[in-house]
């Protein structure tokens, strides 16, 4: 049966996938304002580099569960998922407005969380896929842009509300949110067909294939580097511009603002001209900017560079379903190899900021290194993507891939 395209029921899984994303990949791009708060706090005698370790454990788990929950999502688990997703981020949230010291932190930001959201990622992308063809780029797109809004709200919420009702009930608040949007993605979700193979964790015949290879690599590298802005534009505002840490704190905010289109405009261009096509010049335009952003010393710049980096870095969590859909022979394939690649990313997303923050120095402002370091793996990244795309459909840009 063909997927309907559209329709109530059709929007409404892009409503539920929209607030998963918001509360999963929405609290990881959360974490730079919780990171900016341990470190002259709750968490003052730990170095950037191991508080990093909690926002990257979070994110690295939620890409590695979400690869092992997918043979669960095909069998027909999907309302246990969610429910067990749920109330692990709710409850990790919740241990997080607990925290003391940095083992209760790491077990309940980074580990709880992060395993409740790869074990609710799988079943809300993979739901908005079987209920669009022709639009499936921009509905997922619309989802993942949720992300970005609760990188937006969640990060404007806990500097607001900390100095007035404490750290604690301002997580709590967090929490709260995130009991009433996953309550309401747990009534609306609907498995529309279940995939009449089981899902492999393994296939063994996308290792012969050199663009599956080449884009992997890509992807590792490129959240690699992906959140170091996200985590230290705060102090690098205030070493190199001189703004306040309230101004410098918004950064934050404005880098998930940018995303938020960043996540809709190239999803919808990837409909038109292909998934390749589009995240390419992004990841080329993020390896840009950040060797920009090193010479940018004033806060007009800092500014315009976080709406920048936030619009196109929004296309690499965003596109890379839509690539190993184009890249997949065999669709039956499709969930198991993007689970493979996502798992290598996560290894990425877990090694890179903390080499990120053991090599600035928050003590004398010195971030050259860390920029370097990030924009040497964006590059690297466009570079893998290049060759993938080129080995995949030929070197003409007239070519949709």
């Known amino acids: 049966m063909d997927p309907p395209d559209g329709g109530a029921v059709a929007w409404l899984q892009v409503a539920a996938s929209f607030f998963v994303f918001m509360d999963t990949w929405g609290i990881v ?14 968490l003052r005698s730990s170095t950037p580099s191991a508080i990093s370790w909690i926002g990257s454990v979070q994110a690295f788990l939620l890409l590695l569960v979400s690869a092992l929950t997918g043979p669960l999502f095909d ?14 981020v709710i409850f990790g949230v919740v241990m997080t407005s607990l925290v003391k010291q940095y083992y209760q932190a790491l077990l309940a930001q980074g580990v709880c969380v992060g395993i409740g959201g790869g074990i609710l990622f799988v079943p809300s992308v993979a739901i908005v ?12 797109g619309i989802a993942a842009s949720g992300s970005s809004f ?16 404490g750290f604690g009930w301002a997580t709590r608040i967090i929490g709260l949110i995130a009991l009433l949007t996953l309550g309401f993605t747990n009534v609306v979700v609907r498995q529309r067909a279940r995939p009449t193979m089981r899902r492999k964790l393994f296939d063994m015949s996308a290792l012969r294939e050199a663009p ?12 690699v580097g992906l959140y170091i802005p996200f985590l230290y534009i705060t102090p690098y505002a205030v070493f190199k511009t001189g703004a306040g840490r309230a101004l410098a704190f918004y950064l934050v905010p404005i880098v998930n603002a940018g995303s938020v289109f960043g996540r809709l405009v190239p999803n919808a261009l990837a409909d038109r001209i292909g998934p ?7 990841t080329l335009a993020c390896a840009v900017l950040v060797f920009v952003w090193i010479s940018l010393h004033s806060t007009g710049g800092l500014v315009a560079f976080a709406i920048l980096y936030g619009f196109f870095s929004g296309s690499f969590v965003s596109l890379p379903p839509s690539i190993h859909a184009s890249l997949s ?14 798992s290598v990313a996560g290894i990425g997303l877990l090694i890179g900021s903390p080499v990120g923050g053991t090599l600035l120095n928050l003590k004398t402002g010195h971030f050259v290194h860390a920029q370097i370091f990030c924009g040497a793996a964006m590059m690297i990244a466009f570079l893998l993507l290049v ?15």
């Open 212 to 223: 599956f290879i080449l884009c992997t690599a890509g992807f590792f590298f490129g959240f």
């Open 276 to 282: 390749f096509n589009t995240l390419i010049p992004c």
């Open 129 to 140: 896929s079987t209920y669009f063809d022709k639009h499936r780029s921009l509905a997922c």
């Open 329 to 342: 022979r065999d669709p039956h394939r499709f969930g198991t190899r993007l689970g493979m690649s996502l």
């Open 75 to 88: 069998a027909g688990y999907t309302r246990t998922l969610m429910g067990v997703g749920s109330f692990l």
């Open 29 to 42: 791009n959360t974490f730079g304002a919780y990171q900016n708060f341990y470190e002259v706090t709750t």
């Open 387 to 401: 060759a993938a795309r080129v080995v995949q459909s030929g070197s003409s840009i007239m070519v949709k891939t």
């Open 150 to 165: 609760g990188g937006v709200i969640y990060p404007i919420m806990f500097r607001w509300l900390q100095p007035r009702i």
